[in-house]
């Protein structure tokens, strides 16, 4: 019995060591993620660089969002804004949401401002959990409408 415990507390550690990330931003892209760097804001130590970096498509009347968190508790926070290097202006899209139990979170028709349309931008998703708050952002073209409901631009 006591061999089967050790067992399993050994395998339980491995797990916990290996998914160290705070939470991952799975949908659209992150323009990038360094887990010991999450905490820099405004976008988790990347910079946006609309030249060179995929530009998702994000419709104005209302699109997702989709991350993984490993903490128990979580509150969520996301932003946009027109100012292409994030460094201010940013909208609230929502109140702050709060997530109780980790694992897969999905936030949908998430809606930016109308003025948005047609223009360059960035969402910034923040999540303030028990070690901090953390960010990642994804670059975005706002649209009013797409053929589908994510088109990447090369």
């Not at 999450?38 to 910079?47: I, K, L, Q, R, V």
Request: charged share 15%; hydrophobic share 40%.
């Amino acid at each position: 019995m006591a061999r089967s415990i050790g067992l399993a507390f050994c395998l339980l550690s491995s797990l916990i060591g290996q998914s160290t990330a705070h939470f991952l931003l799975n949908y659209p892209p992150t323009i990038g993620f360094d887990d010991a760097l999450e905490a820099t804001p405004p976008c988790g130590s990347f910079h946006v660089n609309f030249a060179t970096d995929n530009v998702t498509d994000f419709h104005v009347g209302g699109d997702s969002l989709a991350m993984t968190s490993i903490h128990p508790q979580a509150t969520w926070l996301f932003r946009a804004t027109l100012d292409q290097t994030a460094g201010g202006n940013f909208t609230n899209l929502l109140p702050a949401d709060q997530q109780t139990g980790l694992g897969d979170y999905c936030e949908r028709d998430v809606m930016v401002p109308a003025s948005f349309a047609g223009s360059k931008g960035v969402i910034q998703v923040v999540q303030d959990a028990p070690d901090g708050i953390l960010y990642q952002v994804r670059r975005n073209h706002d649209t009013t409408h797409c053929p589908s409901p994510l088109t990447l631009s090369l």
